[in-house]
């Protein structure tokens, strides 16, 4: 991602996360839902996640892409890796972003892994939560952004 549009994200969605644990809403860690997620690591490792169902949704609202393409990868705290290729503006990219925090991350804040399963889907339908990311799709599989001027 573009460094300073991703920092301004990752600030974006790291405050979101800040404001929920300031009011006793914790990111539990899969392994030991004792631990909680740091709202930075909310935002580090969720952010690819977060920005390919944002994507989804503005197109899906008629307001096309956001300008990232989207590819799997085979690390499991990041399972997307969200690559920009002519990326909207923040002011754009942000009113989805925290649509997505609000709506779909609070909704799995405890099991986080169903938001990466989400998006996953969103690039491969096929995706089956049984088998490893990588095994399922390539890594090369992606959602290529739409051509200039296409919702």
Same mark, same amino acid.
């Given at each position: 991602?573009?460094?300073? *549009?991703?920092?301004q994200? &990752? %600030?974006?969605? +790291?405050?979101l996360?800040?404001?929920?644990?300031? &009011?006793?809403?914790?990111?539990?860690?899969?392994?030991?839902?004792?631990?909680?997620?740091?709202? %930075?690591?909310? $935002?580090?490792?969720?952010?690819?996640?977060?920005?390919?169902?944002?994507?989804d *949704?503005? %197109?899906? *609202? +008629?307001?096309?892409?956001?300008?990232?393409?989207?590819e799997?990868?085979?690390?499991?705290?990041?399972?997307?890796? $969200?690559?920009?290729?002519?990326? !909207? +503006?923040?002011?754009?990219? !942000?009113?989805f @972003?925290?649509?997505?925090?609000?709506?779909n991350?609070?909704?799995?804040r #405890?099991?986080?892994?169903?938001l #990466?399963v989400?998006?996953i889907?969103l690039?491969n339908?096929?995706?089956s939560?049984? $088998?490893?990311?990588?095994?399922?799709?390539? @890594? !090369?599989? !992606?959602?290529?952004?739409?051509?200039?001027?296409?919702?």
């Amino acid at each position: 991602m573009a460094d300073g *549009l991703e920092e301004q994200l &990752q %600030r974006l969605v +790291g405050g979101l996360a800040d404001r929920e644990v300031r &009011q006793g809403r914790n990111f539990p860690t899969p392994d030991n839902p004792a631990n909680e997620f740091h709202p %930075r690591e909310v $935002a580090v490792f969720m952010l690819p996640s977060i920005l390919c169902i944002a994507q989804d *949704l503005s %197109r899906r *609202l +008629g307001v096309g892409s956001l300008g990232y393409r989207f590819e799997m990868t085979d690390d499991m705290m990041t399972p997307i890796t $969200a690559i920009p290729e002519k990326p !909207a +503006g923040f002011s754009q990219i !942000a009113p989805f @972003v925290t649509e997505v925090f609000d709506k779909n991350v609070m909704a799995c804040r #405890h099991d986080l892994t169903a938001l #990466h399963v989400t998006a996953i889907k969103l690039l491969n339908p096929e995706f089956s939560y049984d $088998a490893p990311v990588g095994a399922v799709a390539p @890594v !090369a599989a !992606a959602v290529p952004a739409p051509a200039p001027g296409s919702p």
